[in-house]
């Protein structure tokens, strides 16, 4: 019996949006506990402090991000598993030299490791480096293999108990009055060890067998040689990409204060929720499906119904942050933190190209163009260096995030045409037609928000209102998008 060619295709569809679901359920309560707790957060730690905080997160992210050697991207792709099996355990192998050797150098070179960071005062948490990256480079892998094995459900709980146990402690640490810089990294890397020991006990209950199976010398060494793309060119990328992104905190930091740094960190916080929230729940269940997707020919279909997905849900929120930011920040926040939201009002349109982009290109991954997504990430290192030393030079940080907006759509921008148009293969017309209704809709709505924010004296009132028609958007666009209900789940 053959097969209808509408029904699979609409039953792919619904199985993508239930693996979705399974994420992003968890991925609400992950952000609605961090919502509830972050508001308290931060009217007990000042922004210097997140400052602080942030430049050690972000110089553990760094090392993180090639941690694998980028290994665990390849963990998805053998159709055997006792060779995915071999390559998760040539993850751990290389994640444990690569901590010992941070050991190392962090023991040795810590008074240049804090100038070029551009903050001495977290050279005292140094000696937490390599743990907390030992803790997030093992994640990493743990992840990627769920996501081989499709369980999307567990992934969601340990990122809600991330968030919980990891702002909580925070919390803790604050109310018990350990108002130091400390008390957020301790927090950070206590809560990512959570979520990582859930995996970890997942795999040990479901896999150990297979695992164990897989531990052959040969078979590793063989796989790493089979995947040698990842750590010849994925891995550049990779470490250009993190560098990029966390480039900000050291230079604002170098450039202006830890003030500056933290009032950022908070900003770049709230705008990547919708990527944490939605975004991450897509990234991985699309590079499992896309892997697949390659094979069956089916690539082209897939990227255009994710890239639209991504656009419909996308434009209203953020438009409406740029908008209202810093209005919005004094509100949950306290007064203190109204700055950072100005600064998501620059950086805003820059936010929503990443969230739409960023899942898609995973694409480069499948279709094995490393080389291409290496010369990327970076032009996009080099342009951010460039834009922050200028607004640094110049003295002003809202020079320096404008330039930063408007280079990062650019680059987002370029990167997505690639992935989408030239290497899958869609039509810019087919995904114009299934967004530009939403589109609209979005255009008058933000209309209207404008001309309430000139009436309007109350931010209370203004952001209250512009909340409830956000909250409509989504609940129109869920009512009257088959594809949306079908891609992200009911």
């Known amino acids: 019996m053959i097969e209808d060619p509408k029904t699979s295709d609409d039953d792919s569809k619904k199985s993508f949006g239930r693996d979705v679901g399974k994420l992003v359920s968890g991925t609400i309560i992950a952000q609605i506990a961090a919502a509830c707790f972050y508001p308290v957060i931060t009217r007990i730690f000042n922004p210097d402090l997140l400052g602080v905080a942030s430049v050690f997160i972000a110089t553990v ?12 991207l390849a963990i998805i792709l053998p159709k055997n598993d006792n060779d995915a099996g071999a390559i998760l355990l040539a993850c751990v192998v290389i994640l444990t030299c690569v901590c010992l050797v941070s050991t190392l150098i962090f023991f040795l070179f ?3 490791i804090a100038d070029l960071v551009g903050n001495p005062n977290v050279k005292i948490y140094f000696f937490l480096v390599p743990l907390a990256v030992f803790i997030d480079g093992f994640y990493l892998a743990l992840r990627y293999w769920n996501t081989r094995r499709r369980r999307f459900g567990t992934q969601a709980a340990t990122q809600t108990l991330q968030s919980v146990s990891g702002s909580g402690l925070k919390l803790g640490f604050g109310v018990a009055g350990f108002v130091t810089s400390g008390a957020l990294i301790l927090g950070q890397i206590i809560g990512n060890f959570f979520g990582m020991f859930i995996l970890f006990l997942q795999v040990i209950k479901y896999d150990f067998t297979l695992i164990r199976s897989s531990f052959s010398w040969k078979n590793i060494r063989a796989q790493m040689v089979r995947y040698k793309k990842f750590p010849i060119y994925n891995i550049w990328s990779a470490l250009f990409n993190s560098l990029s992104g966390n480039i900000p905190v050291f230079l604002l930091t170098m450039f202006f204060s830890s003030t500056v740094t933290g009032l950022y960190a908070l900003g770049m916080y709230v705008v990547q929720v919708p990527m944490n929230f939605i975004g991450s729940s897509i990234s991985q269940v699309f590079l499992q499906r896309s892997a697949i997707a390659k094979r069956d020919n089916a690539l082209s279909d897939l990227a255009r119904d994710t890239c639209s997905v991504l656009v419909i ?9 740029c908008i209202l930011g810093g209005d919005l920040f004094t509100i949950v926040f306290g007064e203190q933190w109204r700055e950072a939201g100005v600064y998501v009002q620059i950086i805003g349109l820059w936010a929503m190209m990443r969230f739409i982009v960023s899942p898609l290109t995973y694409i480069a991954i499948v279709v094995e163009k490393q080389e291409i997504n290496l010369v990327y990430n970076i032009i996009l ?14 003295g002003s940080v809202y020079l320096a995030l404008v330039l930063f907006m408007i280079s990062g759509v650019a680059i987002y921008g370029g990167i997505g045409y690639l992935c989408v148009i030239v290497w899958a293969k869609v039509s810019l017309k087919e995904i114009w037609n299934q967004v530009k209704n939403p589109l609209i809709i979005t255009v008058l709505l933000t209309l209207v928000v404008l001309m309430m924010s000139l009436v309007i004296e109350s931010s209370l009132i203004l952001c209250t209102i512009s909340t409830l028609i956000g909250g409509g958007y989504i609940f129109y666009i869920f009512k009257s998008q088959p594809l949306v209900r079908a891609y992200i789940g009911r």
Do not use: N, Q, W
Request: glycine share 6%; with cysteine.
């Open 110 to 112: 810590e008074d240049i």
């Open 381 to 394: 290192f080099v342009t951010r260096v460039v834009v922050l030393v200028l607004g640094g030079v110049y």
């Open 61 to 72: 992210s760094i090392i993180t991000a090639i941690s694998c050697l980028r290994y665990e």
């Open 313 to 321: 849900i996308s434009v209203l929120p953020f438009v409406l942050l």
